[in-house]
């Protein structure tokens, strides 16, 4: 049934319907009304979950993690500084092999200290072992909840998954949400059976020490199962689509009019909205312009972007993160596509915009198509402000 | 696909780690011996097995060889030796 939702609350629906075991969170602006909504859910008896209050992210993690590891399905959901101060428990949780649910309401990493949305918190993450879904609009936010429980827990995958959607823009954007039944969730989603789980009547031990002896295979398992993602997620999207009547295609990559553009933006999040309305208004005028959206930037589907740029003249990278010092994250993985390859955009520009919240506008848009040309742009900061670069401190 | 990521107990005791042991390793001389059980309790590697009077030794599987057995007998019952060959110092032979 169609409902008319803030992002927020239909993550919270969506999880509700998902029946998790143990949900264990601290609050962290734009994440807080996720947990909130869950907690109130509790408190009313209508999701009967044990929600664990903690003093900070790191215990929320470990709560998470030692929840799962008793096989039980568990959700938590945090955002920038929290998602940091998870670092340790994030990296432990994939290492461990268990399968959960994660949501990480984007946004900007201190400091200068910073609330709003851009992507450097989960794009610092990148090599933690999870999974990462970006979503483009609230009913995606929701969808990929269900899809993440499915593929974290498939027994040849059991990998933690992070549904990332855009801080603010999504997360209390309020937009119409086609929300599923709980029949039809549990034919998606059936109850969690873990492979392994402490068990006091069958004791066992995870992420005990491993000496050099053991520690490189443990990693390149999880390294190897990534691939095996690349091939499951247009699977568990084609289940998804026939019992929910949405597509989402290999769930790897969105092409949205890719096919005979001579210039493709390639973007992930909500940003990717505004873009399609530009590239709509310019293909109205004419102009053969594209986007390629990237929905799993974890696994990173190399060949899936090789297929759709390789002849596309023009692509422009747009981040909403920067690796300060080098190519911004997506800008030096959507170059390292081409490596090698025989066929190739002639000009692959790169593009920094959005950061700690500044509006990425139609015209921000438009104005990156304009400088996408013969001229080849490392690094360009769009909508920057000359004039706030002039502080002297001497 | 999955690498080595759970262990069930007792594992360790797959894990012959008495190689590790450099240069000298106890000898139990079985004379004096007054089943004082100080050597078991001591032994970091909870390798020393026995129960009655001049009849304790220890698993040279797991022994590394750290000496406080020898140390710690009243009666200095236990020797340390010198190891005598590379196969003698595995001591897993038998």
């Known amino acids: 049934m169609k409902e008319f939702l803030e992002g927020s609350r239909a993550v919270a629906e969506i999880i509700k319907l998902c029946k998790p075991g143990v949900i264990s969170a601290y609050p962290i602006t734009p994440q807080t009304h996720i947990v909130e909504e869950l907690a109130q859910m509790v408190a009313n008896g209508e999701l009967s979950s044990q929600f664990i209050n903690v003093e900070s992210e790191h215990s929320a993690a470990s709560v998470v993690l030692g929840a799962s590891a008793t096989g039980v399905r568990t959700f938590t959901a945090t955002s920038s500084q929290g998602l940091f101060y998870m670092g340790e428990v994030i990296f432990n949780i994939a290492g461990v092999r268990l399968p959960l649910v994660m949501t990480c309401a984007n946004r900007a990493i201190s400091a200068p200290i910073n609330i709003w949305n851009d992507q450097q918190d989960s794009i610092s993450l990148r090599d933690a072992g999870w999974i990462q879904l970006y979503a483009e609009n609230v009913q995606e936010s929701a969808d990929f909840h269900l899809i993440g429980y499915r593929v974290s827990e498939d027994k040849s995958i059991m990998l933690p998954v992070m549904i990332c959607m855009d801080g603010f823009i999504l997360t209390h954007g309020i937009e119409s949400v086609d929300m599923p039944k709980q029949a039809q969730v549990d034919k998606f989603l059936p109850a969690y059976k873990a492979l392994y789980k402490l068990d006091p009547s069958e004791p066992l031990t995870m992420g005990i020490l491993a000496d050099p002896d053991y520690y490189m295979e443990a990693r390149y398992a999880i390294h190897a199962t990534f691939k095996d993602v690349l091939e499951l997620l247009p699977k568990v999207s084609q289940e998804f689509s026939d019992i929910f009547g949405r597509d989402y295609k290999d769930l790897l990559v969105e092409e949205y009019f890719t096919k005979d553009a001579e210039k493709v933006i390639v973007a992930m999040g909500s940003v990717c909205g505004t873009i399609k309305e530009v590239v709509d208004e310019l293909r109205a005028k004419g102009k053969k312009v594209g986007l390629l959206r990237i929905i799993s930037y974890r696994p990173f589907p190399y060949a899936r972007i090789y297929e759709a740029l390789k002849n596309v003249s023009k692509v422009a990278i747009l981040d909403k993160s920067v690796s300060l010092g080098a190519y911004a994250p997506l800008a030096s993985e959507i170059k390292s596509v081409f490596s090698n390859k025989k066929k190739l955009p002639k000009v692959i520009s790169s593009f920094v915009a959005g950061l700690g919240g500044r509006d990425i506008t139609l015209e921000s848009i438009r104005e990156i198509f304009r400088k996408l040309n013969a001229k080849e742009l490392v690094q360009e900061f769009i909508d920057l402000k000359p004039e706030l670069l002039k502080e002297q401190y001497e | ?94």
């Not at chain 2, 797959?14 to 079985?30: E, M, N």
């Not at chain 2, 001591?42 to 001049?54: L, R, T």
């Not at chain 2, 007998?73 to 110092?89: G, N």
Request: with cysteine.
């Open chain 2, 1 to 94: 696909m999955f690498g080595p990521l759970i262990v069930k107990p007792e594992k360790s005791k797959g894990d012959k780690t008495g190689s590790w042991r450099i240069k000298v390793r106890p000898k139990y001389l079985q004379k004096n011996c007054i089943a004082c059980k100080m050597c078991l309790l001591v032994c970091p590697e909870n390798c020393i097995i026995g129960k009655e009077k001049n009849a304790f030794s220890t698993d040279y599987n797991f022994c590394k060889g750290c000496g406080l057995c020898a140390v710690v007998c009243p009666k200095a019952d236990i020797e340390m030796v010198e190891e005598e060959s590379l196969e003698d110092k595995k001591g897993m032979a038998k």
